[in-house]
T-cell receptor, first 110, second 112 residues
Framework: QKEVEQNSGPLSVPEGAIASLNCTYS??????FFWYRQYSGKSPELIMS????GDKEDGRFTAQLNKASQYVSLLIRDSQPSDSATYLC??????????FGRGTSLIVHP | DVKVTQSSRYLVKRTGEKVFLECVQD?????MFWYRQDPGLGLRLIYF???????EKGDIPEGYSVSREKKERFSLILESASTNQTSMYLC???????????FGPGTRLTVL
């Protein structure tokens, strides 16, 4: 059974801080990794994808992948109240269907 | 700009009705998916399709069917709606294998 685990939270951080979201996965054959942001009542929106070990930066977002330890993380620098959402981690071993975690709720308070 | 659209944002139906949810994508993606999302249960795959007229069951296909007559359109059918099918329904599309999925805005279905 392929599993993707995320702490459900909520993770509460002050405005301007770094938010760190973590995700672990069980399938060692996983090849592609994604982070989605989902605002309450809305659909998931892709914010980052990462395919190789190391860091990938896009604006205030950095995705970090460590395949040996089977975890992927998302760092949000200079967190804003508008970053408050649920963040879904998704992992794919090269098939049609990714495995999603249940998400971590992030609250950024002013 | 990639786009997945769904026919309704909110829908209210009665128990026993046949319900059609439509999804259209304009990205020429081969793959299309239907999920439902419920609090505490995460995303659950109902059906997916990797080509026109092809369909595969997901984790929770019971009570649902699908149709894909054209590449851009994927329909979810609730044959006889029941109250336990009240949920948020999300359509997604992707290209190839291993790639990212793009989601539509979702349909919040309430079955009374």
């Amino acid at each position: 059974q392929k599993e993707v685990e995320q702490n459900s939270g909520p993770l509460s951080v002050p405005e301007g801080a770094i938010a760190s979201l973590n995700c672990t996965y069980s399938d060692r054959g996983s090849q592609s990794f994604f982070w989605y942001r989902q605002y309450s009542g809305k659909s998931p929106e892709l914010i980052m994808s990462i395919y190789s070990n190391g860091d990938k930066e896009d604006g205030r977002f950095t995705a970090q992948l460590n395949k040996a330890s089977q975890y992927v993380s998302l760092l949000i620098r200079d967190s804003q109240p508008s970053d408050s959402a649920t963040y879904l981690c998704a992992v794919n071993r090269g098939s049609y269907i990714p495995t999603f975690g249940r998400g971590t709720s992030l609250i950024v308070h002013p | 700009d990639v786009k997945v659209t769904q026919s309704s944002r909110y829908l209210v139906k009665r128990t026993g009705e046949k319900v059609f949810l439509e999804c259209v994508q304009d990205m020429d993606h081969e793959n299309m998916f239907w999920y439902r999302q419920d609090p505490g249960l995460g995303l659950r795959l109902i059906y997916f399709s990797y080509d026109v007229k092809m369909k595969e069951k997901g984790d929770i296909p019971e009570g649902y069917s699908v149709s894909r007559e054209k590449k851009e359109r994927f329909s979810l059918i609730l044959e006889s709606a029941s109250t336990n099918q009240t949920s948020m329904y999300l359509c997604a599309s992707s290209s190839g294998q291993g790639g990212e999925q793009f989601f539509g805005p979702g349909t919040r279905l309430t079955v009374l």
